[in-house]
């Protein structure tokens, strides 16, 4: 159980996006909370967006609110970020988590997530 590998990283100029994709083996039966971090180099893990598996309500960042959805596929069990109006500041290691969890608001922080992926760089340049 917990197992995720980011994927769909790489390099968009400004304005472009990309598709960023978790495999989630998280499936037990239970609710899940599925979320997105971002890490620019030398800075902190910061929160993007949540998705609660049990009810499909979405949590979003200010800073990418409009611009990032997330979604998933249960049939493939897989959470996607797509990212549109990319910007220089977008540049970062993004990592999706998981938490088994029927409460999905307000849940931005590290320490509330169990299982983590690796990370998948996204670079933005001009």
């Known amino acids: 159980q917990g197992q995720l590998a980011e994927s769909g990283g790489g390099s968009v100029q400004t304005g472009g996006s990309l598709r960023l994709s978790c495999a989630a083996s998280v499936s037990d039966g239970s609710g899940h909370c599925l979320a997105w971090f971002r890490q620019p180099q030398g800075k902190e893990r910061e929160w993007i967006t949540t998705l609660s598996t049990s009810t499909g309500n979405t949590y979003y960042a200010d800073s990418v609110k409009g611009r990032f959805t997330v979604s998933q596929d249960n049939s493939e069990n897989t959470l996607y970020l797509q990212m549109n109006s990319l910007k220089l500041e977008d540049t970062a290691m993004y990592y999706c988590?998981?938490?088994?969890?029927?409460?999905?608001?307000?849940?931005?922080?590290?320490?509330?997530?169990?299982?983590w992926g690796r990370g998948t760089q996204v670079t933005v340049s001009s």
């Open positions: 988590a998981a938490e088994r969890s029927a409460f999905c608001g307000n849940r931005q922080r590290i320490a509330q997530y169990n299982y």
